[in-house]
């Protein structure tokens, strides 16, 4: 069974403050989102974390944090606070975005919320994580008939959910038929994506420039790797909206 989470923020001593989150300390925190997690999901199963493992500690104390989760078959979405330097063949995938069939549905998985996704039309679910909200967020795109959900922890009782779960949220017929007028629908949709589309590429050009300007060398390493990461991520989100366009288009 495919399982998915994000946002744990291990190690993470402020996010307890920040969030609300009912833990004493970073131990305790800790403890019961790995606790949480090896509870329901089996070391044979899948897990997929939308992003930020960790934050504020080192790569081999998450590396054995991590470890603590008995599942074998790890896979990460790469967030905002993900480290580079894991060992390879650690996760068994790591990307900034991904597609996948789970349950007789498709799955856009990304560590950011999307306004618009491939196929949102036609019943494609998009989980994301980053944004650290309540359970509320997920019922009220429910209620509007958005098919996003928020898989992190503080969304979900600091558990991992499953498609089925899922599924069984937001209703099969919701899923099946997402819009009653499909065609005007995606016209408004369409006129959206293309305005996005034309903004994101302005600023991933001014990304590009900037990365292949003298101006580079004045930056660290550090922020070096994330500018690299948001201009693979912008790439990806860019290529999703071509996609997403193209099929509209064909209607």
């Not at 946002?7 to 403050?17: F, Q, R, S, Y």
């Not at 833990?23 to 897990?47: C, H, R, Y």
């Not at 969304?155 to 991992?160: D, G, L, R, T, V």
């Amino acid at each position: 069974m495919n399982w998915y989470t994000s946002d744990l923020h291990l190690g993470h001593v402020a996010i307890i403050g920040m969030q609300n989150r009912p833990f004493a300390n970073v131990e305790q925190m800790n403890n019961t989102i790995i606790s949480n997690i090896n509870s329901i999901v089996t070391p044979n199963d899948k897990l997929f974390i939308l992003g930020d493992c960790s934050l504020h500690i080192s790569l081999e104390e998450t590396i054995r944090l991590l470890d603590r989760i008995r599942c074998k078959n790890k896979y990460l979405i790469k967030g905002n606070h993900d480290k580079d330097g894991y060992p390879e063949g650690y996760f068994k995938e790591i990307r900034d975005y991904m597609e996948l069939e789970d349950h007789n549905h498709w799955w856009i998985l990304e560590h950011y919320p999307l306004l618009s996704w491939r196929h949102q039309g036609r019943g494609y679910i998009h989980l994301h994580g980053h944004q650290h909200n309540s359970p509320e967020y997920n019922i009220n795109n429910k209620n509007i008939g958005i098919l996003r959900y928020d898989v992190g922890m503080d969304a979900n009782n600091f558990m991992p959910v499953n498609a089925k779960q899922i599924i069984e949220f937001f209703g099969e017929d919701n899923l099946q038929n997402p819009f009653k007028d499909h065609h005007n629908k995606d016209r408004d949709i369409l006129t959206e994506i293309t305005k996005e589309q034309q903004e994101l590429f302005e600023k991933l050009m001014k990304l590009r420039r900037f990365l292949n300007s003298k101006s580079i060398y004045n930056v660290s390493q550090s922020q070096l790797n994330g500018l690299v990461r948001q201009e693979s991520a912008m790439t990806d989100y860019y290529n999703s909206l071509q996609m997403r366009i193209e099929d509209l288009r064909k209607g």
